[in-house]
């Protein structure tokens, strides 16, 4: 392996995406150095696109946790139910 292809395999952040089938399962869609994107799930894995993927690119994630604000709902935009607390 070449140093420099080392971006493109090293991540950069890893977003858990939950799937939309079934609650118990995430998928990890990870975010490379060099802006590429890949997916755990099959769909990834067989045809090398997802919409795990594209729901990442167009994600809008807590500022807490960094889950998915549209899958665990908001309280005032940029944290999710879970982390947002009154002072």
């Known amino acids: 392996m070449h140093l420099e292809n080392i971006d493109s395999i090293i991540p950069m952040e890893i977003i858990k995406i939950k799937s939309a089938t079934d609650p118990n399962v995430s998928y990890n869609v990870k975010i490379m150095f060099d802006d590429t994107y890949s997916c755990d799930c099959k769909g990834y894995k067989y045809a090398s696109k997802?919409?795990?993927?594209?729901?990442?690119?167009?994600?809008?994630l807590c500022l807490g946790c960094r889950e998915d604000l549209a899958l665990v709902g908001t309280e005032d935009g940029s944290y999710c139910m879970e982390c947002f607390t009154e002072d």
């Open 50 to 60: 997802c919409w795990h993927i594209d729901h990442v690119k167009d994600r809008d």
